[in-house]
């Protein structure tokens, strides 16, 4: 069993920066997920085991950058630029690598943006 601990939500302002963090051990692809009120989880960002092969949603490529350091087992969102409609509920998930298949999930955090 995996376990995913997100850490770095928060109220920010629009324009302004967050960074997200996810703790996960064992050998996996990770990705970020997000869920606004009133609407379905959406795919933000994924990246491979060896951080060689990334990939985002077209709404946050060029404001966030997904990275990892697998020596410290933890999955980064940087998030900048931020806008009100980034506000939701951010999870982080991990599948076996070289799938799309996401079997873990954590408990989310908040991220807010006011305008």
């Given at each position: ?45 994924r990246?491979?085991w ?53 079997d ?12």
């Amino acid at each position: 069993q995996v376990q995913l601990v997100e850490s770095g939500g928060g109220l920010v302002q629009a324009g302004g920066s967050l960074r997200l963090s996810c703790a996960a051990s064992g050998r996996y692809a990770m990705g970020w997920f997000r869920q606004a009120p009133g609407k379905g989880r959406e795919f933000v960002a994924r990246i491979s085991w060896s951080a060689g092969n990334t990939v985002y949603v077209d709404s946050v490529k060029g404001r966030f950058t997904i990275s990892r350091d697998n020596a410290k087992n933890t999955v980064y969102l940087q998030m900048n630029s931020l806008k009100p409609e980034d506000t939701a509920v951010y999870y982080c998930a991990a599948g076996p690598a070289g799938t799309t298949r996401y079997d873990y999930w954590g408990q989310g955090t908040q991220v807010t943006v006011s305008s």
